[in-house]
Nanobody, 128 residues
């Protein structure tokens, strides 16, 4: 199992921007998809964005499309979630996850059961 560590959480004003890095350790390979999920109080964990191991396949949840960019740097074993025009409804705990650990599976999925390792999560609070 890999270790994922997120950072960049905290309090941000509505309309602001924030970049969330996640560093993956415990492997010499980069054959895994990476994704961000979030969980608001009283809600289920939802997919936010994902990127395949090559970066050729990217997907976003509808409510963040146009405001969010996911990218990865395989040389640094890192994935980044850039969120702009943050809204109070973006308030949640954000989790980084990895899965689909196979070079033949160069796609991304929004199904959380496809992801094997998860970070501890970071709290993001957007004030109005």
């Amino acid at each position: 199992q890999l270790t994922l560590v997120e950072s960049g959480g905290g309090l941000v004003q509505a309309g602001g921007s924030r970049r969330f890095p996640c560093v993956v350790s415990g492997t010499c390979f980069n054959n895994y998809a990476l994704a961000w999920f979030r969980q608001a109080p009283g809600s289920e964990r939802d997919f936010v964005a994902g990127i395949s191991w090559s970066g050729r396949s990217i997907d976003y949840e509808d409510s963040v499309k146009g405001r969010c960019t996911i990218s990865r740097d395989n040389g640094k074993n890192s994935v980044y979630l850039q969120m702009n025009n943050l809204k109070p409804e973006d308030t949640a705990v954000y989790y980084c996850a990895e899965g689909l650990r196979d070079y033949s599976r160069d796609f991304v999925t929004n199904m959380d059961f496809e992801y094997d390792s998860w970070g501890q999560g970071i709290q993001v609070t957007v004030s109005s």
